[in-house]
């Protein structure tokens, strides 16, 4: 079982930066096996993909969030993170950190087997 523990996000302005944290334990927990990534979901909305590593090494992001976001790694401390640029009100959401083993859509939802807590974005214009 893997556990995923979600921190940061909180309110800010159109056009700033945000920090988002989520930090990944198993006992033999190694990011080289698990594909990694963020959505969101605003309110009344369906779940949105937002940027994923892939176990491999690659990366890739939604057309929505292209060259405003940066996802991480810490291996060190096996915390992924998630860098927001230019933000606009309406990446109000509530982000989540996501981890799968396998992954067979890499940005589909229902591929992933272990989910963060979530946390709350709001952008204020």
């Known amino acids: 079982q893997v556990q995923l523990v979600q921190s940061g996000g909180g309110l800010v302005q159109a056009g700033d930066s945000l920090k988002l944290s989520c930090a990944a334990s198993s006992p033999t927990f190694n990011f080289n096996m698990y594909t990694m990534a963020w959505f969101r979901q605003g309110l009344g909305q369906e779940r949105e993909f937002v940027t994923a590593?892939?176990?491999?090494?690659?990366?890739t992001s939604a057309d929505s969030v292209k060259g405003r976001v940066v996802s991480s790694k810490d291996f060190t401390n096996n915390t992924l993170y998630l860098h927001l640029f230019r933000l606009k009100p309406e990446d109000t959401a509530v982000y989540f950190c996501?981890?799968?083993?396998?992954?067979?859509?890499?940005?589909?939802?229902?591929?992933?087997?272990?989910w963060g807590q979530g946390t709350q974005v709001t952008v204020s214009s």
């Open positions: 590593w892939r176990n491999r090494g690659g990366s």
């Open positions: 996501a981890a799968t083993r396998r992954v067979e859509v890499i940005d589909a939802a229902r591929s992933y087997e272990y």
